[in-house]
């Protein structure tokens, strides 16, 4: 069963397409026009189609890609109308996402890796403390106990931040005082969830970039000191990218995962932008799998990633005129 079926409800449904309103409208203001009047896929069609795709973000290596299978999938065939052409290029797309892996489950934890620590980094401002409470919340909704890190120590407000979002999730939350040792803290944090026996812990960071390497050194640091905590952690280090700021944050994503391991990715802030496009380019070029999406600044506002619903979502949403 796929994993949309098995999570979402039709609640959820309605808020991907609805956070993903922007981008859609974005492609349909030019594909809406491209799809009426053709049976063929012609040169013309092709052009504009790219337009669209890179407009909303997609990136010509990913675009020319989707190009390439839409004209193999449609060889030699004519299209009988334009539904037919924007199923085509939706399985296109869906061609070239890797599918969700069988044995990864949103907002679970493997049976035997107690506490499960995760790792959250990324550059400043991306959304990692916001994501960190909205993991915390779903994680808690599924049963788990779930402890929270404030790693981040470079500025006074990521504390109290952090703290607000704990108590908003409703989980505990291990701190020291503002400039100390990001592993002492993180160090502190899986001692204290080994000793209450919680099973996820969640430890956020300061915002980094991947060229400061005094910063990524430090980062280093922390997941040195956790593994030897706890042999086998941190378990999941997601980084987190800012969706808002389109292709830029692919660019972020490869220059991040060339200087330091990163398990899994976290695209935020979809909802507001007409840039969600460069989800399919990120899920398709970088070899880490996309986990979940930000939809939103509320608590509820993260879904796992399943390249179907947002394939479905973007290309096969608006009725064409
Ligand atoms: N609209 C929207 N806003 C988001 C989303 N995720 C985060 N934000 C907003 O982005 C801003 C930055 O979020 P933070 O969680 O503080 O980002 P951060 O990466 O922890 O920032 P630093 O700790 O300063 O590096 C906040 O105003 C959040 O409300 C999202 O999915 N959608
Ligand atoms: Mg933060």
Redesign the pocket.
Known sequence: MSLWKRFFSTDKKAELDSGLQRTRDNLWSRLGKLFTGKSTIDEDLLDQLEEALVSADVGIDTTVEILQRLQEKAANQRYRNSHELQQLLEQAVLSLLPPVADNWEPFTIPANQRPYVILVV????????????KLAYQYKQAGYQVMLGAA?TF?AA?VD?LTIWSQRAGVPLVKQGMGADPSAVAFDTVQSAMAKNMDVVII?T??RLHNKKHLMEELGKIKRVIGKKLPGAPHEILL?L???TGQNALEQARQFMAVTEITGLVV?????TAKGGVVLAISHQCQVPIRY?????KIT??QPFDPTSFVHSLFDHQPIP
Do not use: C, M
């Not at 990324?122 to 409470?133: A, E, L, Q, R, S």
């Open positions: 990324g550059v400043n401002g991306v959304g990692k403390t916001t994501t960190i409470g981040d500025r990521a931040q956020d300061a915002g987190i800012d969706g808002s935020t802030k979809l909802d507001g999406i930000g939809l939103g600044e506002d993260l």
